[in-house]
């Protein structure tokens, strides 16, 4: 797309040449990052509202420290478009999130001014505190600064750094960029204790006042000891940043993040200084800009807007239903006809579409904030007393919580908690960090599990409640009930039969099969979750010569429908496993394992995601390039059939 073109940073050849400039250039080149942030994001999608609250910050940063020898991480990651813009990417940046362009998130491929790759949130300090350590091992004086912000405070891990770095007193400087924000509406509290640091200047004074006080009182034998107890405790009480000092954090602020100024003159201060600190700088999310100041969750991840007025431009056509949407209702439903059904959801209530079971039942919704392992232990505890909890998760952040699963669920035996995984399979524009790729594998190989995926709308409101009225029976109850569906919109398809019920480990098959003469059907496929609309679609593709195939939606990765596989594997000549997941450990895997240990001797082909990360891309095109659209299954179709190509009726296409 074509940028409109801005003076200070189309020629800004390095974050050195901030530092030459005036006041009033810096705040010139304030306002054209914000434009241009604000109209490359309206074209292509990608993170707004968290970006135009930390450009200040940023300018700041590069104007006081050198992170070409210094070193910058950003939690969470989706807060670095300025950064990147700065950095050398101004002219790229319009390539944004796109296949080939510049990624959603730091990325040292991209360039050498980003440490790592930060998709996860409330990594970063314990990656900071790492490299500090390391520097300081190999004699090398540099400041590592970690940037954490838009609620990354809260995750366990942060803290679990923040220990760590103050035990080690290396050069660390933690910014607290406190936007008074996750995604959703804060939670938690630590949020309520940085909301009291936020109107606290009053504390800074009153903190002063009470140590000339102290100082005041006679000094004899009796009151010394006293004194210091009398001002250690002032500390602890007044002092807003007590909780990082505890810690061993020197705490400095709150200073005004959108004063470059304030946080210059902050920066330089406390660089003259051994680590580790805490600097916490005040920002607004979707500073600068109206319409993201007033809704930051709406332009935290927008497209298709004014970047004037901030108005969306009107669809073009209906949107169909997505999964997400179809999982909400459901749930609504579900929990209207059972008051011990909840909710929880890890600071996605928004992403999971759980806003809406939260303005119906706003007392059985849980949001726990970023604490992806604390979400399964919750539940356990939920389950415990009696309730009935529904936690949903997306695939990428699910996996966090792998040993709670373990731990807090299957160890326990009939918890009954029903998971879901969003945004399973390939994801898109956000790329490597966020791919739902591998919920599958880590899953299966718990005992006491459930693991399915729908085909469509109608069979996840159906899986949903099934998973609920088995776990209401004492005697079927399973550890947990594992439900994935991609980020996509409902496929809208008329099947040739009517859906069978749900049932354990039960798949059913949409196409049967026909042999020529005396001989076994050609090809089954056994297709899975979101692939089912796939291979029905590429099959459609195939023409009459999709009488020979037998295409069944397996429903169930775990267990595998092994009943159904044997009586099918007398009478076909191999098996086509196509899912949506990784290869290694997918399903795919499962279906091989399960024929293995039954005796199938039919050559299995399993198509799925190759053992690589997935770069950025739109879901059809990173689908398209795994050959896992209709046009990739019709031609593996096709070659395991041995057909020739000239003999399928391909549609024309222009």
Not at 148 to 158: F, R
Request: some cysteine.
């Amino acid at each position: 797309m074509p940028m409109t073109p801005l003076p200070l940073l189309d020629g800004l050849l390095s974050p050195a040449d901030l530092r030459k400039f005036t006041a009033a250039e810096l705040a010139q080149i304030a306002q054209e990052i914000r434009f241009r942030i604000k109209e490359v994001v309206s074209a292509t999608g990608g993170h707004l509202a968290s970006n135009l609250g930390t450009v200040e910050l940023t300018l700041a940063l590069h104007r006081v420290f050198d992170f070409s020898s210094d070193r910058l991480l950003w939690d969470v990651g989706h807060q670095a478009y300025p950064h990147k813009l700065v950095t050398g990417r101004a002219a790229t940046f319009d390539t944004n999130r796109q296949q080939g362009g510049v990624s959603g998130f730091p990325d040292p491929q991209e360039s050498p001014y980003d440490l790592a790759k930060v998709g996860h949130s409330s990594t970063a300090i314990s990656t900071g505190v790492g490299v500090a350590e390391g520097y300081r091992r190999l004699g090398q004086k540099r400041w590592t600064v970690v940037v954490v912000g838009d609620g990354a405070l809260t995750g366990g891990m942060a803290f679990e750094g923040l220990i760590n770095a103050g035990q080690l007193k290396s050069k660390l400087l933690v910014v607290l960029n406190d936007n008074g924000n996750f995604i959703d509406a804060p939670v938690g509290s630590l949020h309520t204790h940085l909301d009291r640091i936020r109107s606290g200047r009053m504390f800074q004074y009153l903190r002063e006042r009470f140590k000339e006080v102290l100082k005041r009182v006679p000094r004899g034998e009796r009151f010394s000891r006293l004194a210091k107890h009398m001002e250690l405790a002032a500390e602890r009480l007044i002092t807003p940043g007590y909780i990082f000092e505890d810690l061993g954090f020197k705490y400095f602020g709150p200073v005004d993040g959108h004063s470059i100024t304030a946080v210059e003159e902050a920066m330089r201060r406390v660089s003259h200084l051994n680590g580790p600190i805490m600097l916490h700088v005040m920002t607004t999310k979707g500073e600068g800009w109206e319409p993201s100041e007033a809704d930051p969750l709406k332009f935290h991840g927008p497209k298709g807007f004014n970047v004037e007025t901030g108005i969306f431009a009107p669809k073009t056509s209906i949107a169909r239903q997505t999964y997400s949407a179809v999982f909400a209702d459901e749930m609504v439903q579900i929990a209207t006809e059972d008051e011990r059904v909840v909710a929880i959801t890890a600071a996605m209530p928004s992403g999971t579409a759980l806003k809406t079971f939260a303005q119906t039942f706003p007392d059985r919704m849980y949001d726990v904030g970023i604490c992806e392992q604390h979400s399964f232990g919750f539940a356990e505890g939920l389950a415990i007393a009696g309730l009935r909890p529904v936690l949903a998760h997306y695939s990428t952040f699910a996996q966090r919580g792998f040993d709670q699963l373990f731990q807090e669920v299957v160890v326990q035996r009939n918890l009954g908690i029903v998971i879901t995984f969003d945004r399973a399979g390939l994801v898109g524009e956000d790329g490597e960090t966020h791919q739902g790729l591998y919920d599958i594998s880590w899953s299966r190989t718990l005992p006491g599990l459930a693991i399915l995926a729908p085909k469509d709308g109608a069979e996840l409101r159906a899986m949903l409640r099934w998973a609920h009225s088995e776990r209401c029976h004492p005697e079927r109850r399973l550890a947990g009930y594992c439900i994935r569906y991609p980020k996509d919109e409902i496929p809208d398809i008329s099947w040739a039969a009517a859906a069978e019920p749900i049932r354990l480990g039960r798949a059913e098959v949409l196409a049967h099969g026909q042999a020529e003469g005396a001989g076994a059907v050609p090809l089954m496929i056994w297709a899975y979750g979101s692939c089912v609309k796939t291979c029905h679609e590429a099959l459609q593709l195939l023409g009459p010569a999709a009488s020979a195939v037998t295409l069944v939606n397996a429903r169930f990765a775990k267990p595998i429908d092994l009943t159904l596989l044997i009586e099918l594997s007398k009478r076909h000549a191999r098996i086509l496993t196509v899912e949506d997941h990784a290869l290694m450990g997918g399903f795919g895997s499962a279906l091989a394992e399960a024929a293995c240990d039954a005796g199938i001797s039919l050559p299995i082909t399993r198509m799925g995601v190759r053992d690589q990360l997935i770069p950025h891309a739109s879901r059809e095109q990173q689908l398209a390039a795994e050959g896992l659209d209709p046009a990739g299954v019709l031609r593996r179709v096709i070659d395991l059939l041995g057909l020739q190509v000239k003999t399928i009726p391909f549609p024309r296409t222009g």
